[in-house]
């Protein structure tokens, strides 16, 4: 067939095609890059509004009953819509979109060195969906009854009941709304996995692909491995929800515990869905900054492997109060703790890859610093949780809270910082000021420990979470001025994010010119123009020659050795 | 084996071009192979909620009930693997003849259809017998998997057809035959599954 190849097509005029309107550019396009750009937008305008619903509680629970400016009053049935609504749309609509779908559409052709996604058409596919699934999120605060308010975990009865959920099309359109940004990210997944399976460029063997792409791989098999059980129970809920079913009713013989074991079966790794990118990510940052080679690169790989596999046995953990035989809580209790030691293996690789570089505190290296030592508490925290004796203790309270925001803010916001921050220059062709850079690390670092540590404290003193009022609880009400100090940490946080957006579009348009490589780094992106074209990579498509971290070689001159330079 | 480069449509008979490294499993049907995994969770998220809550029954089946129609089904069930094994047939004669593996391919096609059709006689007349969703926890749990595999057989006939004519005018490369392969072996694996835990 190679024969009625036109042309045209070949490397050297990969970057002309013809102009393009706006619309066929910028929202209809295929092009990996617009679709991810489209997804980190839509995840910013996402992470906005499920910033400002923390805002909205957190002045509740700071100042009870008072007007909050921007919201008004927010009732027991707003305060319960509002963090439901926050932590799905955090972990579904931010950390997701931003971390695997933005990171990866950008960063995978990219890295291995192609022109584009294996299947383009799809992945646009893919963003559409799920923007549909973003705004039919938001609209269900528009319709009778409000949104729903049953925590982002859906237990039944309380979701699958109009008398318990008091808005019967609230909870079906979120029910909805997560189903199909599932399907979007089904979509994502395929294509990430096939595109750096089978679109490496020549030479680049599966040890020379660089970590990040590996995580966002593993990331997209895990949640494909996992999101089947929740799609199964989804179907079941909308069902019991509107077509009289009972799978989950006890009155009908139904088990809401059916629920719980196929939410969370899907649950727990999706944390390491959205873990292992920001963990990918901090690995590219480390590395080029300490001008260090990333230490036992091997090792990582199998442990990410095996903490994929480990994922899938832990979900009871989350059971443990729910009623559960407890033979079988050990059992969750040993798997739980045994998943703790690949992922601090992981920290101490990182550590050493640190130790002994020439490190650089730039600010995208101030933020993967900033997740290690964040995560590292979330992750302590998260053993006495894991423990089933101790977790019938802290369950549903303040500590479990503090412990889950000490994994997925280091996540979902430190991590995409790092990442932002790091490929910035590439995106958009111009740095990012590094005093705006760092004035909004160390008002975003400081703030957020503020927010959290304190909370700990209250989860230990018995602070039940999910109460929107604590004044008529004597024994927690002398906690109050702990909950002014977190509120205020929270609005001090808040305003230093003005800083990152007026750096962000600031730099976009008036930012210091990025060459191809300003921060002489080895991976195959950095080989394309900032920002790269239509294409890609208008001299050719490289070639692979090396793996990504040859930093400090000793027989070279320069202290880095891009993957595609020939030896 | 085909590369798409971007901007270019991908229409027409051949939309190929350039190969840059030949991967072990092509494009389409690693795709579809991950798709296909993705919906084994499904199905195995369905399936066992179906056994736990028919383990944590007093009576199973449900009493006043009417008996899901075994035989007849196993007919269907024997209908749908020849449809399966009718399109290996037509695999094989692919790599030599591409004429000749028409016929097998329609057989399976047609086979397949008649699978559906049946299902949904099927339902018809258990429904006028008084199973429905609402009727118990057997008649939710076999609508909704019984449903939900025969979604999955309609999207892989719909593959299937337009395979089919692709194959007629001569554009069906071996890798696009081989994709819409796997989601069909994956409908007709599943069914005897399906059949075994929730019919018998
Ligand atoms: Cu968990």
């Known amino acids: 067939m190679a024969e009625s190849i036109p042309a045209s097509h070949g490397d050297h005029e990969v970057g002309h095609h013809e102009e393009q309107g706006f619309v066929s550019k910028y929202l209809l396009s295929t092009d990996h890059k617009v679709i991810a750009m489209q997804y980190m937008f839509t995840g910013m305008a996402m992470a906005v509004i499920g910033g400002f619903f923390a805002y909205a509680f957190r002045m509740q629970l700071a100042f009870p009953g008072m007007d909050v400016p921007g919201w008004g009053l927010v009732t027991p049935n707003d305060y319960n819509a509002l963090v439901t609504n926050h932590g799905a749309i955090m972990i579904f609509w931010v950390a997701m979109p931003v971390l695997i779908a933005a990171f990866g559409n950008y960063l995978i052709p990219l890295m291995v060195g192609c022109d584009d996604m294996v299947f383009p058409r799809l992945n646009r596919l893919s963003y559409q969906i799920f923007l549909l699934s973003a705004i039919v999120l938001m609209a269900s605060f528009f319709v009778y009854g409000g949104a729903f308010g049953g925590a982002w975990t859906m237990y039944p009865p309380l979701s699958a009941k109009a008398e318990y959920s008091l808005t019967q099309l609230g909870s079906t359109i979120f029910v909805l709304a997560v189903a199909l940004e599932f399907v979007a990210f089904l979509m994502g997944g395929i294509n990430f996995i096939t595109t750096a399976m089978n679109s490496r460029a020549p030479g680049m063997k599966l040890y020379d692909v660089p970590m990040v792409v590996w995580m966002i791989v593993v990331a997209s098999i895990l949640f494909m491995a996992s999101v089947g059980p929740l799609i199964a129970g989804a179907i079941m809920l909308l069902f019991d929800q509107n077509l009289g079913t009972a799978f989950f009713d006890p009155d009908r013989a139904g088990d809401p515990i059916l629920w719980q074991h196929l939410f969370w079966f899907f649950g727990h790794p999706e944390v390491y869905v959205v873990l292992l990118p920001a963990t990918g990510i901090v690995a590219e940052v480390i590395t080029t900054f300490s001008r260090k080679k990333l230490l036992a690169y091997r090792t990582i790989l199998y442990t990410v492997f095996g903490t994929g596999v480990l994922s899938f046995t832990v979900w009871a953990h989350h059971q443990f109060v729910a009623g559960i035989d407890p033979r079988m809580a050990h059992v969750f209790t040993v798997t739980t703790l045994l998943i703790s030691v690949p992922i601090a293996e992981m920290m101490f690789v990182y550590i050493g890859t640190l130790y002994g570089g020439s490190i650089q505190y730039t600010t995208p290296m101030l933020w993967a610093l900033g997740f290690l030592v964040t995560f590292l508490i979330g992750g302590v925290t998260g053993i006495f949780l894991g423990a089933s004796g101790a977790d019938i203790y802290f369950h549903d309270t303040y500590f479990v809270l503090a412990h889950f925001h000490y994994t997925f803010f280091p996540i979902a916001i430190i991590g995409t910082f790092a990442g932002v921050t790091y490929w910035f220059p590439k995106m958009f062709g111009r740095m990012m000021n590094e005093t705006l850079g760092k004035i909004h690390f160390w008002g975003t670092f400081i703030p957020f420990n503020a927010i959290f540590l304190p909370l700990f404290y209250l989860g230990v003193a018995g602070q039940h979470r999910r109460i929107y009022d604590y004044s008529a609880f004597p024994e927690l009400a002398q906690y109050q001025d702990i909950r002014v100090f977190a509120t205020s940490a929270l609005l001090v946080m808040l305003a230093f994010q003005v800083v990152f957006l007026w750096n962000f579009f600031h730099s976009m348009f008036r930012g210091e010119k990025a060459g191809a490589n300003p921060w002489k780094a080895n991976s195959l992106e950095w080989a394309a123009p900032s920002p790269p074209p239509h294409g890609n990579f208008p001299d050719g498509l490289p070639e692979c020659h090396r793996g990504p971290y040859e930093f400090s070689h000793p027989d070279r001159e320069e202290d880095y050795w891009p993957q595609n330079q020939p030896a | ?200």
């Open chain 2, 1 to 200: 084996m085909p590369r798409r480069r971007a901007g270019q449509t991908g229409y027409g008979p051949i939309d190929v071009v350039e190969s840059r490294r030949t991967p072990v499993v092509p494009d389409g049907v690693l795709g579809m192979l991950l798709f296909v995994f993705a919906e084994a969770t499904l199905f195995a998220g369905l399936i066992s909620a179906f056994a736990i809550a028919k383990a944590g029954a007093p009576v199973w089946p449900p009493l006043g009930q009417p008996r899901l129609p075994v035989e007849a089904t196993a007919i269907n069930t024997a209908a749908l693997v020849a449809s399966g094994l009718l399109l290996m047939l037509s695999r094989r004669r692919f790599k030599v003849d591409r004429v000749s593996a028409e016929a097998p391919f329609v057989a399976a096609l047609g086979l397949g259809t008649f699978f559906v059709l049946f299902q949904g006689y099927e339902w018809v007349s258990l429904i006028g017998q008084g199973l429905t969703m609402r009727s118990s926890a057997l008649g939710s749990f076999f609508y909704l998997i019984v449903g939900v595999h025969a979604l999955h057989a309609i999207a892989a006939l719909g593959l299937l057809f337009v395979t089919w004519r692709r194959m007629r005018r001569g554009w069906l490369a071996s890798s696009q035959l081989a994709t819409a392969e796997v989601f069909w072996y994956f409908v007709v694996g599943i069914w005897p599954l399906i059949y075994l835990i929730v019919y018998l």
